[in-house]
């Protein structure tokens, strides 16, 4: 077992890392299972390197998601609250802040957050998906749809996509 120390240091050398390749954090999360087995470690470390380096938006971004992947969604929207003040026009935390929202049951701030995505050059299929999921849970089906539509458009083999637009076809002739 590894001593206390030694961790410590360990987590600050990994901080160092992710402070000079903040997209390293990502591919720590979707490396080889022992890695991913590390979570807490990369979390601390991300959240270490971001103390150390507080205004970078894409450090805050990709700390997001190692606080997502160690099931700390709270603080993941902190992270990206964080990302967006230095950055507004931070294209992906845009959209993963959308998702969230999204799932917290906030699907007007996710509206906001994903037009603001689309504003910043976010034309893809997972924006107008996530799009069309927070106008249909506003109600606004039409919406919805044409947003479903048009994130086929853009992949036309994007199954969810398919699924919740047949969702809202059955609900129309229902």
Known sequence: MRRPESLARERSRLAAI????????????ESDARLRTQSALIHQAALESVTANP??????????????????????E??????????????DALILAGRLAID?????????????????????????????????????????RESYQRAL???????????ALQTLTDRGSA
């Open 104 to 144: 917290a049951g906030l699907p007007e701030r996710a509206e906001w957050l994903l037009q603001q995505a689309l504003a910043a050059g976010g034309d893809y299929p997972d924006v107008h998906f996530l799009l069309g999921q927070s106008w249909q849970k506003q109600g606004q089906l039409s919406r919805a």
């Open 55 to 76: 205004d970078s938006a894409e450090l805050c971004f990709y700390a997001a998601h190692a606080a997502l992947h160690h099931a700390d969604p709270s603080g993941a």
């Open 153 to 163: 458009a853009l992949n036309e083999k994007y199954d969810r996509v398919r699924d």
């Open 78 to 91: 902190q992270l990206l609250r964080r990302a967006l003040a230095i950055l507004p026009t931070h294209r």
């Open 18 to 29: 992710f402070a000079a390749e903040p997209e390293l954090i990502q591919a720590f999360i």
